[in-house]
């Protein structure tokens, strides 16, 4: 079984356990899980990290899209990058894109409600591929019409912001952050965020190594009972 392969199975199987939290156990798991405004008392500290990987109670287009394009451009970005900067990039796209999320939510009235799904992620993934399968050909949204990578980025951008501007998309900062994400991580920007994602890989285990370490080592020496056993006559 592949990487790519896996990779989308896991992510299929959270949504399936979700969705069945959701209709069938009446779990509301994202009022738990996606990410609140700043300001919001449903913000928690926790949402940072889950948001990503909530998937909308209901199927959507977009999460079908969103599934679509990494199980067809996966693959490519795997082999261009590696397994563990594939990673660093989908988690990364999604941590950073809440830092223009925040922004555009605060700005925008219509744009304050949680976040949730991993969109920041596929813009990510859909920029590094079109950076370097620029001839590329593609087929748009699962339909029989192909054009090349980098004008099929153009297309999806060019809808992320017709949705912006006609108020029906209000993770646009999710997009975007997603988006500048995956420049950042090709212009350079590479070799920054993997030692970042190493150091706090290996950070806890190192720590409990030098903590190991540090530790005194008391040994118990065993004296005479005699005080003057050493003494002549």
Request: charged fraction near 15%; hydrophobic fraction near 55%; aromatic fraction near 18%.
């Amino acid at each position: 079984m592949s990487f790519r392969v896996k990779f989308l199975v896991i992510l299929a199987s959270i949504y399936v356990v979700q969705v069945i939290s959701y209709h069938w156990m009446g779990i509301d798991y994202p009022s738990v899980l996606a990410l609140f405004p700043a300001d919001s008392p449903m913000f928690r500290w926790w949402q940072v990290f889950t948001f990503s990987l909530t998937a909308p109670p209901k199927l959507t287009i977009l999460y079908v899209w969103e599934i679509w394009v990494i199980f067809s451009l996966a693959e490519p970005v795997v082999a261009s990058l590696g397994r563990f900067s594939f990673l660093v990039l989908f988690f990364g796209a999604s941590l950073f894109s809440i830092l223009t999320w925040w922004l555009c939510s605060s700005l925008f009235e219509f744009m304050h409600v949680p976040a949730l799904g991993f969109s920041a992620s596929t813009f990510a993934i859909l920029t590094v591929f079109c950076r370097t399968h620029k001839t590329a050909t593609l087929k748009a949204l699962l339909l029989p019409l192909t054009m090349r990578a980098l004008h099929f980025f153009y297309f999806c951008v060019f809808a992320s912001v017709v949705a912006f501007l006609a108020r029906e998309n209000p993770h646009f900062g999710l997009d975007i952050g997603g988006l500048v994400f995956a420049v950042l991580y090709t212009r350079g920007g590479e070799r920054l965020f993997l030692g970042t994602a190493r150091w706090l890989a290996t950070a806890p285990l190192k720590m409990g190594l030098y903590r190991r370490r540090r530790r005194p080592d008391i040994r118990l020496v065993k004296t005479s009972s005699n005080p003057n056993s050493d003494s002549t006559d």
